[in-house]
């Protein structure tokens, strides 16, 4: 099977499966998962959160900030130097 005939085949659940078993380091049988099942995992779940999800919802999303430092507006200050 092809990494996208796997991804065909994925659903919510499915995808809530694999995301458990990265947090958790192991399957739902108890079984560890190794680096590269979890690297994976990770890849499925992004391609599909992807192709399926709005980009707020996806995992790791951080909404944009109003400016580029902070999300408060500061004044400036004159630096002195003594």
Do not use: H
Not at 14 to 43: F, H, M, Y
Not at 47 to 62: I, T
């Amino acid at each position: 099977m092809s990494f996208q005939q796997l991804l065909n085949n994925l659903n919510p659940q499915i995808v809530g499966s694999l995301k458990r078993a990265i947090e958790l380091g192991k399957w739902p049988n108890g079984a560890a998962i190794t680096d590269e099942q979890r690297r994976l995992c990770a890849e499925a779940v992004a391609s599909w959160e992807k192709r399926n999800l709005p980009e707020e919802a996806r995992v790791g999303y951080v909404p944009p900030k109003n400016t580029p430092c902070a999300d408060k507006t500061v004044d400036e200050q004159k630096l002195n130097w003594v």
